[in-house]
């Protein structure tokens, strides 16, 4: 059974930068899958971020992309987010997730404050 | 960006009914499409993939339908378990969209 947990700072100063780490475990990141980021405003929608494969690929939302990067440590099997710039915009409740026809493995989510 | 489009935003619907949820997109996304349901404080949970096929562990209940530009989730008899939020996302085209969600709620 695949696990994600994501780890980081919860409240984050605007202008700063959202560091996030998803941990997972139960599978190899070093698989055929895919590995994404996604976000859910405080009552509002799913919007997805961007993802990344054991190749190191990525692909990213074109509405964040030139604030965010999404990397891979497989030795650790751990993935990260960095979102630079940030507003209050952008809290959100961020999820780490596998990608396999579908997002078929979520972390439980972790809410991130845009605030000074 | 393909838009994802629910209908209706709230229903509601008694233990027990037929209940059907529609998304469609702008353009064509073929059958790469996922549903999923959405408790609160919770994350989403993965229960029909390429349009009609079923997650495994998911109740039979659920089943997805559609291609092209059209789709529906039905859940054939609504269980208590049931009452959620639940989307729709495209794996057509980057970036992925959502739908905006379909909130099920007690009649």
């Known amino acids: 059974q695949v696990q994600l947990q994501e780890s980081g700072p919860r409240l984050v100063k605007p202008s700063g930068t959202l560091s996030l780490t998803c941990a997972v475990s139960g599978g190899s990141m070093s698989s055929s899958n895919w590995w994404s980021w996604v976000r859910q405003s405080p009552g509002k929608g799913l919007e997805w971020i961007g993802e990344?494969?054991?190749?190191?690929?990525?692909n990213y939302n074109p509405s964040l992309k030139s604030r965010v990067t999404i990397s891979v440590d497989k030795s650790k099997n751990q993935f990260y987010l960095k979102l630079s710039t940030v507003t209050a915009a952008d809290t959100a409740v961020y999820y780490c997730?596998?990608?396999?026809?579908?997002?078929?493995?979520w972390g439980q989510g972790t809410l991130v404050t845009v605030s000074s | 960006d393909i838009q994802m489009t629910q209908s209706p935003s709230t229903l509601s619907a008694s233990v027990g009914d037929r209940v059907t949820i529609t998304c469609r997109a702008s353009?064509?996304?073929?059958?790469?499409l996922a549903w999923y349901q959405q408790k609160p404080g919770k994350a989403p949970k993965l229960l029909i993939y390429k349009a009609s096929s079923l997650e495994s562990g998911v109740p039979s209940r659920f089943s997805g339908s559609g291609s092209g530009t059209q789709f529906t989730l039905t859940i054939s008899s609504l269980q208590p378990d049931d009452f959620a939020t639940y989307y729709c996302?495209?794996?057509?085209?980057?970036?992925?969209?959502f739908g905006q969600g379909t909130r099920v709620e007690i009649k």
């Open positions: 990344i494969n054991h190749s190191e690929r990525t």
């Open positions: 996302q495209q794996y057509d085209t980057y970036p992925w969209t």
């Open positions: 997730a596998r990608v396999s026809g579908g997002i078929d493995y």
């Open positions: 353009q064509s996304i073929g059958n790469w």
